[in-house]
């Protein structure tokens, strides 16, 4: 299997400079050969293959006006070129929209590595024509796995490393009970057991960053319209809180992902006989404008995507419960079914065994009871 990190790189000054060039050339091969591509199109309308770009880009690097690209590896504008190509074969095979024109404003600085010439160690990683950068984590990645497409990016002025490493899943015969999750708005997930997952969007470290947003916008919307009002350019002040703007939304991404990573790999590295989740139809639940935004910042979708590979790592069997089955609506005691419930009754009571529990702690234990309830359907 192939496990992905990501680590942040700690680059000096030369280094930032030669990563910034490295992505440049990068978007400059790009662009060229989707350019190349879409002449002879045009001119043919046939598919330029990207071996044949590679061979005009090998023969164009022998004179003189294009002579600088030999100060940066070949790996760079070939894996570029293959991108592109990758990118015309998506749109005729209507998997995509057509490739655009890479900007250097708009578009993300990154740019590809060849993996056998890229040395690691715990602190260090060694890139080709760049030098030795340091890394922020230390020995996050490990050393003695095979690399698979490792790709440098920047993000808000920081670079990253986003690599592949081959491993073998961690498969034990130890396991414990399984577990139902219910994913929520009030709560990210209540557990089976009894166990619930707080929303940190009700966080004080998230709160302040909200709040620093919706500062930064406000301001950065008086400047719009000053600039509209007097038909200039975007000032430095405006583009520094755009640049603000778009830290703050990172580091609001951020607190969201880890929490949901430290929920997800508890629960699995518990190693439940399997877990049990329901099929939420997200895109319809944010047609509700009155829960639209609490329920994207929960990120629900991303819970399942991070349950469905730790899974995966982890030999634990993970069952999708199917959209309609009633798990709100059973009595998770005598298995009687309730036709009207209200968003608004928080706790559920049977009217068939007088049964009172938790809303969301009773719909988990009825997913705990899924494969069985599917057995007897």
């Not at 024109?101 to 990683?125: E, G, I, M, N, Q």
């Not at 073998?168 to 557990?191: F, H, M, R, T, W």
């Not at 047609?287 to 994207?296: M, S, V």
Request: glycine content about 4%; proline content about 2%.
């Amino acid at each position: 299997m192939i496990k992905t990190y990501k680590v942040q790189l700690k680059p000096n000054q030369v280094q930032h400079s030669l990563l910034n060039q490295a992505a440049g050339t990068s978007r400059w091969a790009y662009n060229w050969g989707l350019a190349k591509s879409i002449e002879h199109y045009n001119e043919t309308g046939k598919f330029l293959l990207d071996g044949d770009l590679r061979k005009e880009l090998t023969q164009l690097k022998q004179t003189s006006e294009y002579e600088w690209l030999y100060k940066y590896s070949n790996n760079i504008t070939k894996q570029a070129l293959k991108d592109m190509s990758q990118a015309f074969k998506n749109f005729f095979k209507k998997n995509a929209q057509f490739p655009k024109f890479k900007s250097k404003r708009k578009s993300k600085a990154s740019f590809y590595h060849d993996p056998l010439k890229l040395k690691l160690t715990d602190t260090h990683v060694r890139l080709e024509k760049i030098g030795k950068v340091r890394l922020v984590e230390k020995g996050r990645i490990p050393t003695d796995g095979k690399f698979l497409n490792p790709r440098i990016g920047q993000e808000n002025g920081k670079w990253y490393l986003s690599i592949g490493v081959e491993f073998e899943p961690d498969i034990g015969n130890d396991v414990s009970e399984p577990i139902g999750i219910d994913l929520g708005i009030k709560d990210l997930a209540i557990i089976s057991d009894g166990r619930k997952y707080k929303n940190i969007n009700k966080s004080k470290r998230v709160k302040q960053l909200e709040k620093r947003k919706k500062r930064l916008q406000r301001r950065a919307s008086r400047h719009y319209e000053r600039m509209v009002k007097d038909r200039c350019k975007k000032s430095q002040r405006l583009l520094k809180l755009e640049a603000d703007i778009r830290s703050a939304n990172k580091k609001i991404c951020d607190q969201h992902t880890n929490h949901i990573h430290q929920m997800t790999s508890e629960l699995v590295k518990a190693k439940p006989a399997y877990i049990v989740i329901e099929d939420l139809n997200v895109n319809g639940m944010l047609k509700n404008h009155k829960l639209a935004k609490a329920i994207q910042d929960n990120r629900l979708a991303e819970v399942r995507r991070q349950l469905e590979y730790k899974c995966e790592w982890y030999g634990v069997e993970l069952v999708i419960a199917d959209r309609f089955y009633p798990s709100s609506k059973l009595c998770s005691q005598c298995g009687h079914k309730k036709e009207q419930l209200k968003l608004s009754e928080r706790v559920y009571h049977c009217e068939h065994c007088g049964m009172e529990m938790d809303r969301d702690l009773n719909a988990t234990i009825n997913l705990l009871h899924y494969k069985m309830y599917e057995l007897s359907a």
